[in-house]
């Protein structure tokens, strides 16, 4: 019995991340998730200021995935959320000095897996 599209597809995406984390960390000799590089890739291609609300109308994803992902890559000092000025329930989402460092070298490695 062959797969359906959508399995297919399920199958490619994970394949895809499973190996993007283990080239990041074996090149970067940093535990960056595939998951981290998306997120560092979008707000290096955004420069209006981003919401948490914006990566999960991108991305099509819950408040609590975002909301998870968010705090390990602010714990591994990626990214900032920094506090807005007109409304104290809205954080700006920054990429700091190392998310910066990164994102070129681990775009690379993406650059690299998705030509395989």
């Known amino acids: 019995m062959q797969d359906k599209p959508v399995l297919l597809m399920k199958k490619v995406i ?3 991340f499973r190996e993007l984390d283990a080239m990041n960390t074996e090149k970067l000799q940093e535990p960056i998730s ?16 981003v919401y948490q ?8 994803v819950r408040r609590s995935t975002v909301s998870k992902v968010l705090r390990l890559m602010e714990e591994k000092g990626m ?15 920054v990429l700091t ?14 650059n690299m897996l998705e030509e395989k």
Do not use: C, W
């Open 79 to 93: 990214i900032e959320r920094l506090s807005v000025h007109d409304d104290a329930r809205l954080k700006q989402i």
């Open 53 to 60: 609300r914006d990566l999960e109308n991108h991305f099509f």
């Open 34 to 49: 595939g998951h981290n590089m998306i997120v560092i890739e979008y707000l290096t291609k955004h420069e209006e200021p």
């Open 97 to 110: 000095d190392y998310g910066r460092r990164i994102h070129g070298a681990a775009v690379h490695h993406a």
């Open 14 to 16: 994970n394949l895809f």
